[in-house]
């Protein structure tokens, strides 16, 4: 199994350029998370979705948005980039949420620069 | 508001021996699930250990345990017998038992030196 897998792992961007951010898991999770990592931060919650057809805001939602048609893809989509979204994206899948604590499957990360 | 505390940002310790790594969280909910995930130098972030906050033994995996104190809302790492391969980013996470959002600290820096 290929796990979590998320493209592209590197990508340089300007201001005010769109672009997504590939992410698919072969799992069949029904629990799929988009998280961000700043410097010195801890991850925060983007993003998220409970199954396909299903997502919803997590901490840091502004500048963003997603889309689930399908249970294995779940991509992450940057509008109108600024510097502020220079960071490194990790996608995560899981069986199960908080209900069970169910451990997350994470992909290798996208290091996304905004100049 | 979940916070999750790391206090060290940076830690080393000599090959085999042990060291323990401090999370405090702040919760007024009593069902909780609590994390440690490393983040190797590779960056793909992978699970150490799960603990259950109705569960009052600690969990352990391994060479890893937790020292998990509810009252005091403590929940420390212990790596024994350390090795080159534990070098990496931990963080410790948490999430409210039904919730959608893990919450992670700012993570420990572990080197482990030969």
């Known amino acids: 199994n290929a796990g979590v897998t998320q493209t592209p792992k590197f990508r340089i961007l300007k201001i005010g350029q769109s672009m997504t951010l590939q992410c698919t898991q072969d799992?069949?999770?029904?629990?799929m998370y988009w998280y961000r990592q700043d410097p010195g931060m801890g991850l925060k919650l983007i993003y998220y979705?409970?199954?396909?057809?299903?997502?919803d805001k997590g901490e840091v939602p502004n500048g963003y948005n997603v889309s689930r048609s399908t249970t294995e893809d779940f991509p992450l989509r940057l509008e109108l980039a600024a510097p502020s979204q220079t960071s490194v994206y990790f996608c995560?899948?899981?069986?199960?949420?908080?209900?069970?604590?169910?451990?997350?499957?994470f992909g290798e990360g996208s290091r996304l620069t905004v100049l | 508001a979940q916070t999750v505390t790391q206090s060290q940002p940076e830690m080393s310790v000599q090959e085999a021996e042990t060291v323990t790594l401090s999370c405090t969280y702040d919760t007024s909910e009593s069902n909780y699930y609590l994390f440690w995930y490393k983040q190797p130098p590779s960056r793909q972030m992978i699970l150490v250990i799960r603990q259950e906050a109705y569960k009052q033994q600690n969990a352990t995996e391994n060479r890893f345990s937790v020292n998990f104190q509810k009252a005091a809302k403590s929940f420390s790492l212990k790596i024994s017998d350390s090795q080159l391969g534990d070098t990496a980013m931990y963080f410790c996470?948490?999430?409210?038992?039904?919730?959608?959002?893990?919450?992670f600290g700012t993570g420990t820096r572990l080197t482990v030196i030969p």
């Open positions: 799992m069949n999770h029904n629990y």
């Open positions: 996470a948490f999430i409210l038992t039904g919730a959608n959002n893990l919450f």
């Open positions: 979705s409970v199954g396909a057809g299903i997502t």
């Open positions: 995560a899948s899981s069986d199960f949420s908080g209900t069970r604590g169910g451990e997350l499957f």
